[in-house]
């Protein structure tokens, strides 16, 4: 639930920093969940992407935080219209916040549409965000993108490769569309304004922000199914 290992766990316990409730008879260490959330709010700036990191390389189906997890479409749409009214009250994003909700949208709505019926194990998505922070995290443990862009170009290989497609190819039977396709419409609104993304799929995973002409695609040493994004704005 908090993304850190086992070994973590017992320093804190140790430093009294997450401290555990022990078992006379066996030992073992247990957390109350008023403690873990307690430390989630007060640690939710820096522990957001690391939190989804950790969930979507996992391949066990481990418990969630339900402020974290939207389990269907319905839900997601629900917190995506919170969060756009929330950021629509920061005066210094002027007429920013809408973009920053579509993109937000976009990438959410992309892995409900590409999983739909063909989730490997978790439905739904990791979403949430920090207005503090100034970042908004999302993350599925769907097929991710090559596996979806092969069914309509199977001659992709490889992560990079597919992750290069879907930002900067129209691939949709409904093109031409006027504010682009997809993933390539978040870059033109991420390039045009000032936002950065971080993106990752599979081993591949990119970075843009405003001003960027060119796509920084990279092949990670860290391999996942599924998709991470992290948003900052």
């Given amino acids: 639930m908090i993304g850190v290992s086992i070994q973590t766990l017992r320093r804190w316990d140790d430093a009294g920093k997450l401290p555990s409730v022990r078992k006379r008879i066996t030992g073992h260490r247990y957390y109350t969940k008023d403690d873990i959330d307690n430390y989630i709010k007060n640690n939710i700036k820096g522990l957001l992407f690391k939190l989804a990191r950790s969930w979507v390389m996992n391949d066990l ?8 997890y939207c389990s269907n479409n319905s839900m997601f749409q629900a917190r995506l219209s919170r969060l756009e009214g929330e950021l629509g009250e920061i005066r210094e994003l002027g007429k920013t916040f809408p ?6 949208g976009e990438i959410g709505n992309n892995s409900f549409d590409h999983n739909l019926g063909n989730w490997p194990d978790i439905p739904g998505i990791f979403f949430t ?3 503090i922070g100034k970042k908004i995290v999302l993350a599925d443990r769907g097929q991710g993108i090559l596996a979806t862009l092969k069914k309509v170009k199977p001659e992709l290989t490889d992560h990079q ?5 879907a930002f900067t190819e ?5 093109a031409p569309e006027s504010r682009g396709n997809g993933l390539k419409f978040v ?3 991420v390039t045009n304004n000032k936002i950065s993304l971080f993106f990752q799929t599979g081993d591949a995973q ?5 001003e960027d002409s060119d796509l920084n695609i990279k092949k990670s040493i860290v391999n ?8 900052k704005f």
């Fill in 61 to 68: 189906e481990t418990e969630f935080h339900p402020d974290f």
């Fill in 99 to 104: 973009l920053i909700s579509a993109i937000t």
């Fill in 129 to 131: 965000y920090s207005l």
């Fill in 161 to 165: 490769d597919a992750l290069k497609v």
């Fill in 170 to 174: 129209i691939i949709s039977g409904r």
């Fill in 187 to 189: 870059r033109d609104v």
């Fill in 206 to 210: 990119l970075k843009i922000q405003q």
């Fill in 224 to 231: 996942f199914r599924g998709c991470l994004a992290l948003i």
